[in-house]
């Protein structure tokens, strides 16, 4: 064994020791507190045997989150359940910034899993913000407030995960888009956050309808309005705008009579599987935009509409590939 390798397992056989004595001390702990629960006392518990401070330290917050998620079991913190967890937090002499770090952690796991399912299907009705409000009050904190806390951390990922689900047939309703800024308002997200948050996937899904739109040659007076509206809604940057547009009338020339492109004769289902094949990204450099779906065998050499011959590339090496 290499000395790097002896250290490793050292430090590791350390950390496992470490993490065992915790073990040990928070059930000793807990089974004094369960004995005696009215003159329990962290000395009195404690009174046998030597220990490490901080390994009691991190005991009595295992023993009080445990408490805390017990308390959750039923989706809810009542105001006795509260009561009751700050008298065993005065008990185990646990500061307040400790007690309140930990009920703010669990909170936020509630408030996460509630909104997952409040937004199930993209709408945060009044039930739903009802349930987010109590457990809001178990902080003492509006709703709007604790959600911006909450977001501070996992907003972005949440409000990605509802523009994902709102476009996860390819298309974005102004109906579906409507609701997801409501939502969001009522969050107390504001719609340059919302918008900062989906950035990355709203630039993503542009860039799809504009494949999916070149790969079926097929550009519809609404299909362009749609494109307008969204870059319109979404604020995309003016650079990404220009390429869009641009896009967009290459193939209405194309539509016209212009062979600068070949039209595809594939369904929509064999779009998004080609798409997702290449996690639209260029197959050749990985770029994530410019991107066309091309024969590998052309056309005129033969090559067909199937899966097995067309992939994704950008302009530039559809250049390089096909010079």
């Known amino acids: ?155 972005e990922k949440f409000l990605r995960g509802m523009f994902l689900e709102a476009i996860a047939d390819n298309h974005l309703m102004s109906e579906e888009w409507a609701s997801l800024l409501s939502s969001a308002d009522k969050l107390g997200i504001s719609h340059q956050e919302f918008l900062q948050a989906i950035r990355f996937q709203a630039r993503e899904f542009v860039e799809h309808v504009i494949v999916d739109a070149k790969a079926d040659g097929v550009i519809s007076p609404h299909e362009e309005e749609t494109m307008v509206w969204l870059l319109q809604q979404l604020e995309m940057p003016s650079d990404f705008c220009q390429y869009a547009v641009g896009e967009m009338a290459r193939l209405k020339s194309r539509v016209e009579g212009s062979p600068a492109l070949e039209v595809m004769t594939i369904s929509r289902d064999l779009r998004d599987r080609i798409w997702r094949k290449y996690n639209g990204r260029c197959g050749a450099c990985g770029a994530g935009n410019y991107l066309e779906m091309v024969r590998i065998i052309p056309k005129a050499m033969g090559g067909g509409d199937d899966e097995a011959n067309i992939q994704l590339l950008c302009r530039r090496c559809v250049g390089q590939t096909h010079a």
């Open 1 to 155: 064994m290499s000395s790097a390798d002896s250290t490793l397992a050292c430090n590791q056989k350390k950390n496992d020791d470490v993490e065992s004595r915790v073990r040990a001390i928070t059930d000793l702990l807990e089974r004094a507190l369960a004995q005696d629960p009215e003159s329990f006392s962290v000395s009195t518990a404690m009174a046998v045997g030597s220990y490490d401070p901080q390994q009691l330290d991190q005991a009595k917050q295992a023993v009080y989150r445990k408490v805390i998620v017990r308390a959750w079991e039923d989706g809810q913190l009542t105001p006795d359940e509260q009561e009751t967890a700050r008298w065993i937090a005065e008990k185990l002499e646990l500061p307040e910034g400790e007690y309140t770090a930990i009920e703010l952690e669990l909170a936020k796991k509630q408030f996460a899993s509630a909104l997952s399912r409040a937004m199930a299907d993209g709408v945060l009705d009044a039930d739903d913000q009802r349930r987010l409000q109590k457990i809001s009050d178990t902080i003492g904190m509006p709703m709007s407030t604790f959600a911006g806390v909450f977001f501070q951390a996992e907003g």
